[in-house]
């Protein structure tokens, strides 16, 4: 049984948020845009939950075995023996189950005829798998010459590496990032987040909503959109590349980008985080530390000369500020309108009032189950905005509703279950 059906009926102190009721009748703008899921874990995930927000039909093919992998990514507590399944509760919102065993010739038969009604595919299968399926793109495109493919993979579907393992903590490495974070004693620093499959995901969201308009408005043909965890994560990285080629000089490793900025810890043991990213807003924070002059001084009056002198820089306002609260401290720099915010962590996230005034996140629920807390659907559309519409699915909860609708019989159906080629839920 998922972790929701029997989950904790205690927890963090997240009352006061508003609730929201899942609403299947709700309308989404991608309404009657079918989606097939088959990919795994985060990055997948992350795209289809961005079209299923906006009405799009997403349904998880998932193995009839085990299911998607990210159902096992559980957080340990003393009232759900096997987890609590908060990953999946998140990121599978708004999708139907269908759970095939893909091993089995009937099975991606099955698929393939999904395929022939559906406008986009996602998998993440290693480049080359989809073919030994037998559901080459090629193949697909045959039978729905609409169809978008969406090819997730570490790597890409073409060059040296195509083959490799390529986990979102790999590509946080190779892109660069983890040297922008160095931990006290120097080493790289990897993100706390799935960073990598964050930001896949989001462009991979954007690229389908293209390839859609393609086929919907300039009335083109489906194609294969080869999605990269190392491609848009380098695209996020900045100009250092392009710095890099164009004066030989490599960026410092770990390198503010700005002074003064940086987090700060307060008095009470909480954070601030700070950004004079601005001459102005400089000017500022040296006037709220009490030490305006510093701006007549050469050495801090441009970003560059601030730059070469940070530590000091840091070392100052660090000073002033551990001598206050965080209440204190972001009172006082918010008087002098410096850009100062707190740093959440999740308790800090549920009780932040302007997190529950914007219904930042919510309380989900369907009157069946427990309610489920999760970030409310962004961004918002002032005219057609996304939707809750429903819960997680159980493991192959929608198999048996889905296939009828394909034209199999309950008996077909009871048939493929008991042989092992699907799973209802």
């Not at 302007?354 to 409310?376: F, L, W």
């Amino acid at each position: 049984m998922s972790a929701a059906m029997n989950g904790p009926t205690s927890g963090p102190p997240a009352g006061g948020l508003p609730r929201v009721a899942f609403d299947a009748a709700r309308r989404g703008v991608l309404d009657g845009v079918r989606v097939l899921d088959l990919s795994r874990l985060v990055a997948g995930n992350m795209l289809t939950l961005q079209l299923a927000d906006f009405g799009a039909d997403v349904l998880k093919i998932e193995s009839a075995r085990g299911g998607d992998t990210l159902r096992q990514w559980t957080q340990p507590h003393p009232e759900c023996p096997e987890g609590y399944d908060g990953w999946w509760q998140v990121y599978a919102r708004n999708k139907r189950s269908v759970a095939l065993d893909l091993r089995s010739p009937r099975a991606c038969g099955l698929l393939r005829r999904l395929c022939g009604r559906a406008q986009v595919l996602v998998e993440s299968f290693r480049p080359g798998t989809l073919e030994t399926m037998g559901l080459d793109p090629a193949v697909l495109h045959a039978d729905n010459p609409a169809l978008i493919v969406v090819r997730l993979s570490g790597w890409g579907q073409t060059g040296p590496y195509r083959s490799l393992p390529g986990f979102g903590s790999l590509v946080e490495g190779f892109s660069g990032f983890a040297l922008k974070s160095r931990d006290s004693a120097g080493a790289p620093v990897l993100p706390g987040i799935a960073l990598a499959d964050m930001v896949a995901g989001m462009s991979g969201a954007f690229a389908v909503m293209a390839a859609l308009r393609e086929v919907e408005v300039n009335r083109g043909k489906g194609q294969v959109i080869d999605l990269s965890l190392l491609e848009p994560m380098l695209a996020i990285m900045g100009p250092d590349v392009t710095n890099y080629a164009r004066t030989g000089v490599k960026p410092a490793e770990g390198a503010k980008i700005a002074s003064p900025r940086g987090a700060y810890r307060c008095a009470d043991g909480r954070w601030v985080a700070m950004s004079g990213s601005t001459d102005a807003m400089a000017r500022k924070v040296f006037e709220a530390i009490g030490k305006g002059g510093l701006y007549d001084d050469a050495r801090y009056r441009t970003n560059a000369a601030r730059l070469a002198h940070d530590a000091e820089i840091d070392a100052m306002v660090q000073a002033f500020i551990a001598r206050m609260d965080q209440s204190a401290c972001l009172a006082h720099f918010r008087a002098h309108g410096v850009t100062v915010g707190p740093i959440h962590d999740a308790e800090g996230l549920c009780r932040d009032e302007h997190v529950r005034s914007r219904g930042v996140y919510v309380a989900a629920g369907d009157g069946a189950d427990e309610d489920v807390v999760m970030h409310a659907v962004a961004p918002r559309l002032s005219g057609t905005p996304g939707a809750l519409r429903r819960r997680a699915p159980r493991h192959g909860e929608h198999t048996g509703q889905v296939l009828r609708d394909l034209g199999l019989s309950q008996e077909d159906i009871r048939q493929l279950h008991e042989q092992g080629d699907i799973k209802c839920g």
